[in-house]
């Protein structure tokens, strides 16, 4: 009997596990498109299957600092994160709890009193952020582990063009912040998570290997 009860309980378990939604990672440096292809992934496959947590709104809040004090951040930096959060709203999902998101401000780089609402009878969430492949306890919740790795010239000219138009710029000031930290802070900690990935995308398209086998696998998972 009581062995018969451990099948049981193990045929649950089981049950459960392979039934939770599924987490996909995304990561890459700024500007490779991460962003840009979860909107692909959502439009194609439909909101309603779909939708994505974005690492970046899980920055650390700095209201209690100066806007000048703000602006020295390291952005780039793991410790700008609030990571203990994030990896406790991804088992909530995993174990079938709804979850709300924090909304960031770039421009002022402190929260809002908003919030996203994640409901966790969705298929997949996509994790997508230049630190989503970078903590262990993130990576065994994750059932794919993407990396960008897209050319660095790519990866600057859009990361000017989104903070000029998007976060109130200067394209001195996002050069600047480049050189000084985003750059050396991809080569120390983002770059090396590409190990971790087991898809990489050279290039966000149909004739990318990547591509084709990220897109037959949420497909899977989706049907």
Same mark, same amino acid.
């Given at each position: 009997?009581?062995?018969?009860?451990?099948?049981?309980?193990? =045929?649950?378990?089981?049950?459960?596990?392979?039934?939770?939604?599924?987490?996909?990672?995304?990561?890459?440096?700024?500007?490779?498109? *991460?962003?840009?292809?979860?909107?692909? &992934?959502?439009?194609?496959?439909?909101? =309603?299957?779909?939708?994505?947590?974005?690492?970046?709104?899980?920055?650390?809040? &700095?209201?209690?600092?100066?806007?000048?004090?703000?602006?020295?951040?390291?952005?780039?930096?793991?410790?700008?994160?609030?990571?203990?959060?994030?990896?406790?709203?991804?088992?909530?999902?995993?174990?079938?709890?709804?979850? =709300?998101?924090?909304?960031?401000?770039?421009?002022?780089?402190?929260?809002?009193? =908003?919030?996203?609402?994640?409901?966790?009878?969705? *298929?997949?969430?996509? &994790?997508?952020?230049?630190?989503?492949?970078?903590?262990?306890?993130? &990576?065994?919740?994750?059932?794919?582990?993407?990396?960008?790795?897209?050319?660095?010239?790519?990866?600057?000219?859009?990361?000017?063009?989104?903070?000029?138009?998007?976060?109130?710029?200067?394209?001195?000031?996002?050069?600047?912040?480049?050189? *000084?930290?985003?750059?050396?802070?991809?080569?120390?900690?983002?770059?090396?998570?590409?190990?971790?990935?087991?898809?990489?995308? *050279?290039?966000?398209?149909?004739?990318?290997?990547?591509?084709?086998?990220?897109?037959?696998?949420?497909?899977?998972?989706?049907?």
């Amino acid at each position: 009997m009581l062995e018969i009860k451990k099948v049981l309980m193990e =045929n649950l378990l089981f049950l459960a596990n392979n039934n939770s939604i599924k987490i996909i990672g995304i990561a890459g440096g700024t500007g490779s498109g *991460k962003t840009y292809l979860a909107n692909i &992934l959502i439009k194609k496959f439909g909101y =309603n299957n779909i939708d994505k947590i974005e690492v970046d709104a899980y920055y650390k809040d &700095l209201s209690h600092l100066s806007m000048e004090q703000r602006i020295q951040n390291n952005f780039d930096h793991p410790e700008s994160f609030d990571f203990e959060s994030l990896i406790k709203d991804l088992n909530y999902l995993k174990n079938g709890k709804n979850i =709300n998101i924090p909304v960031y401000d770039y421009t002022k780089h402190i929260r809002t009193k =908003n919030i996203r609402k994640i409901d966790s009878k969705i *298929k997949i969430v996509i &994790l997508e952020g230049i630190f989503a492949l970078h903590r262990k306890e993130i &990576l065994k919740l994750l059932s794919y582990k993407v990396f960008l790795d897209i050319p660095e010239n790519i990866c600057l000219d859009r990361r000017i063009d989104r903070d000029i138009k998007k976060r109130d710029r200067t394209h001195d000031d996002i050069i600047e912040q480049y050189k *000084k930290t985003v750059k050396p802070m991809y080569n120390k900690f983002i770059k090396p998570t590409k190990k971790n990935s087991d898809i990489i995308i *050279k290039n966000i398209n149909k004739a990318d290997s990547g591509y084709i086998k990220l897109m037959g696998e949420i497909n899977n998972l989706i049907n």
